[in-house]
């Protein structure tokens, strides 16, 4: 886990830092939508009326920082040689 955390979270010409705001605002948000949700499906006022509308910006949250977060990693990748390139275009 640490090296996981090293290699997303580090100085890359300052996207590390932004890239850990941005997850933290993300849990932050899925935490903050996670809650009223339960609290609504146990029939609790005032948020019985929309628990599963909280339950899907939850997860509406959560799949765009997994959607964003497979973004990045494929953008890490190494970049192929023009010979390779050359192979896959003929």
């Known amino acids: 886990m640490d090296s996981f ?3 997303m979270f580090r100085p890359r010409g300052g996207a ?3 890239w850990a705001i941005y997850s933290l605002l993300s ?3 899925s935490l903050g939508a996670f809650f009223p949700s339960g609290v609504g499906f146990q029939q609790t006022e005032p ?3 929309l628990p599963g509308l909280w339950q899907r910006i939850c997860v509406l949250i959560g799949w ?3 959607t964003v977060l497979a973004l990045r ?3 890490e ?3 192929r040689s023009p010979h390779v390139d050359a192979q ?3």
Do not use: E, H, Q, Y
Request: no cysteine.
């Open 5 to 7: 955390g090293r290699r």
């Open 16 to 18: 590390g830092w932004r």
């Open 27 to 29: 849990g932050a948000a």
């Open 47 to 49: 948020f019985v009326d």
């Open 64 to 66: 765009t920082w997994l």
């Open 73 to 75: 990693l494929l953008r």
């Open 77 to 79: 990748r190494r970049p």
């Open 88 to 90: 896959i275009r003929s």
